[in-house]
């Protein structure tokens, strides 16, 4: 079946710092991939997503780049706010018409000024 | 943007009652709506979808009976957590997408169920 494996956070940076999420995946065929934030008391919001290899998804300065050989969706940005603290989810869904969401455990992302 | 709503935002309930929770579309029709589970700590878990005007389709090892998903207008569904015991607390989440959303779902705060 689909999984999704991102890094255990909580992850602390200072203010400016560059930030890489590491996520990987596993999946039949070729799914589309997503980048999900939470901001402290609110529901999840689609950051960015890729829908085939070597696409690049960006948002609010993030990025992630679909790797097929690696399966991976790496999630970086290069210098981060403290607006930016939240918690990230990585996420998937199958190429066969399916729209269930296989999300990763989350990563909690904290900048301090 | 999109919006969703869930009422309430967190529930305290004795063991055996039943819990209703409400998920609500704002600003658009929901054609489907998703149900999910988040223990601390760990991923979103999908339990079940919903079309509107249809029966719900629940994932492997959801007990249908147990968690009555209505999705009875294309800006309400509802969870109802039957009978309901200490390991029933969780985070329940619910989302929804419709035809003006690009096929991009939309995530309600959550409620938080504490079963005592």
């Known amino acids: 079946g689909n999984s999704v494996t991102q890094m255990e956070g909580p992850v602390t940076l200072s203010e400016e710092a560059f930030l890489t999420i590491n996520c990987t995946y596993t999946a039949t065929g070729y799914p589309s991939l997503f980048w999900y934030v939470q901001y402290p008391g609110e529901g999840l919001q689609l950051l960015l997503k890729?829908?085939?290899?070597?696409d690049k998804g960006s948002n609010k300065g993030f990025e992630a780049t679909y790797r097929k050989e690696t399966t991976s969706f790496h999630l970086e940005k290069g210098s981060v706010q403290v607006s930016d603290s939240a918690v990230y989810f990585c996420a998937l869904t199958s190429n066969f018409g399916n729209e269930k969401l296989t999300f990763g455990t989350g990563t909690r992302l904290t900048i301090i000024p | 943007g999109a919006v969703v709503s869930q009422h309430p935002s967190w529930v305290i309930c004795k063991s055996g009652t039943s819990v209703k929770i409400e998920c609500r579309s704002l600003?658009?029709?929901?054609?489907?709506m998703f149900w999910y589970r988040q223990f601390p700590k760990q991923s979103l878990m999908l339990m079940a979808t919903s079309n509107e005007g249809s029966k719900a389709t629940y994932e492997q090892g959801v007990e249908k009976d147990k968690f009555l998903i209505n999705h009875a207008s294309l800006t309400l569904s509802t969870l109802t957590v039957t009978s309901a015991h200490p390991e029933d607390s969780s985070f329940y989440i619910c989302s929804a997408k419709g035809w003006d959303t690009r096929d991009t779902q939309y995530f309600g705060p959550g409620t938080r169920l504490t079963v005592l």
């Open positions: 890729a829908t085939k290899a070597d």
């Open positions: 600003d658009f029709q929901a054609t489907t």
